[in-house]
């Protein structure tokens, strides 16, 4: 069993920065975020492959950058341009297998969520 710890979530006023930052206790497959604002479900927001391959959901392209360290086990969310529609708990997820998906159901291993709020 994996287990995935995040950091980096806190308060920043809009147009600002937050990197997140997920160490696993092991070797995954793919890892994501999500993210899950009040009284709304969960959803994607970025992904990436062991070979580096990203995915991205729309709203988020261009201000977000996913990243990961195999060495390391760690993936990070680097948040720039932030608004306050971003205002959400971000969980990290990760898979056993390779491949890339959006589906929060297809991910094995889930992180405790770190909130994020972005005021205006």
């Known amino acids: 069993q994996v287990q995935l710890v995040e950091s980096g979530g806190g308060l920043v006023q809009a147009g600002g920065s937050l990197r997140l930052s997920c160490a696993a206790s092991?070797?995954?497959?793919?890892m994501g975020w999500f993210r899950q604002a009040p009284g709304k479900g969960r959803k994607f927001v970025a992904a990436?492959?062991?070979?580096?391959?990203?995915y991205y959901e729309d709203s988020v392209k261009g201000r977000f950058t996913i990243s990961r360290d195999n060495a390391k086990n760690t993936v990070y969310l680097q948040m720039n341009s932030l608004k306050p529609e971003d205002t959400a708990v971000y969980y990290c997820?990760?898979?056993?297998?390779?491949?890339?998906?959006?589906?929060?159901?297809?991910?094995?291993?889930w992180g405790q969520g770190t909130q994020v709020t972005v005021s205006s």
């Open positions: 997820s990760a898979k056993k297998l390779l491949v890339i998906t959006t589906r929060p159901d297809a991910y094995d291993y």
């Open positions: 092991g070797p995954t497959g793919a």
């Open positions: 990436i492959s062991t070979s580096i391959t990203t």
